[in-house]
Nanobody, 117 residues
Framework: VQLVESGGGLVQAGGSLRLSCAAS????????MGWYRRAPGKPRELVAT??????TYYADSVKGRFTISRDRKNTVSLQMNSLKPEDTAVYYC?????????????WGQGTQVTVSS
């Protein structure tokens, strides 16, 4: 099973980016998919999750600015608006076949998001 992220990049503060993650190599449906991020010198942070039942979770730091969606089977996207320099991090997609608050069974390779001030 592979998770492949796309959509990272460099953006000015206040701008937007959309991250996407697609899984391949499995016929089973991931119940929970989500995004983590790791900024330099900081621990990994759970950003948002979404289940096939449309349950979502957002970290307080991104509520109202980020939107997670499960548009197709085994895909997950993260629309990031009103980006701040503190959102700069490597963003990782993660997925679990079970419903969980912290998906961690499978991971993507990460995509860099850099927000300039």
């Amino acid at each position: 099973v592979q998770l492949v992220e796309s959509g990272g990049g460099l953006v000015q503060a206040g701008g937007s980016l959309r991250l996407s993650c697609a899984a391949s190599g499995t016929i089973l449906n991931f119940n929970t998919m989500g995004w983590y991020r790791r900024a330099p010198g900081k621990p990994r942070e759970l950003v948002a999750t979404a289940t096939t039942g449309f349950d979502t979770y957002y970290a307080d730091s991104v509520k109202g600015r980020f939107t997670i969606s499960r548009d197709r089977k085994n895909t997950v996207s993260l629309q990031m608006n009103s980006l701040k320099p503190e959102d700069t991090a490597v963003y990782y997609c993660a997925a679990s076949y079970q419903q969980t608050s912290r998906p961690a069974g499978y991971w993507g390779q990460g995509t860099q998001v850099t927000v300039s001030s």
